[in-house]
């Protein structure tokens, strides 16, 4: 997995913003999030039960990811035809906040090194990107354990204060 410290891979995918054909696409790059923090959050696959519950989390959190200057994107390797498709049968995604990239061609994940090689899929990975395009954060659960998008806006406030922080830091609280 790549870690903190690293430079985030170069990238240039399609992500579903949503159920319309007309509108439903869109591309993103390093250049989209160029002079932004970033957060992208990878999860194995579509169609699946763990997948939304966090989907869901991380989409109701996205305002306060954006109050941050952050962008936040949800990412596998399932087509952006697959996510649209997903987001159209499932009525807790049909509203999303936050689009879903398309890593179909596995580039990026393996440029991470994020791949269950048994499995085919990404791991349930998360990385927070400084404006320079940095790795600031990394983490990866086993795919079957969902992860906490409110721990993962912690960080991030915790990161951008560019102080100390100590164990339970909350925003607005004194750094060391």
Not at 116 to 132: F, K, M, N, S, W
Not at 138 to 154: H, T
Request: charged share 25%; aromatic share 10%; proline share 4%.
């Amino acid at each position: 997995m790549l870690g903190v410290g690293k430079k985030f891979p170069e990238f240039n995918l399609k992500a579903t913003v949503g159920t319309n054909l007309d509108t439903a696409f869109t591309q993103v790059s390093n250049d989209t999030v160029k002079g932004k923090w970033m957060c992208m959050f990878f999860y194995p696959k579509d169609f699946t039960f763990v997948c939304p519950t966090e989907i869901v989390a991380f989409s109701d959190l996205s305002g306060a990811f954006k109050e941050r200057n952050c962008e936040l994107y949800g990412a596998s390797i399932d087509s952006e035809f697959v996510h649209m498709g997903w987001m159209q049968n499932n009525e807790e995604l049909k509203d999303l906040k936050i689009p879903l990239v398309s890593d179909i061609k596995r580039e990026l994940s393996e440029d991470l090194d994020i791949l269950d090689e048994q499995e085919g899929v990404t791991y349930r990975a998360t990385y927070i990107v400084d404006p320079e395009g940095v790795v600031r954060y990394a983490s990866s659960n086993d795919l079957a354990v969902g992860r906490s998008p409110s721990e993962v806006l912690r960080v991030l406030d915790a990161l951008q204060t560019g102080s100390l922080c100590p164990v339970n830091w909350k925003k607005g609280e004194a750094t060391l």
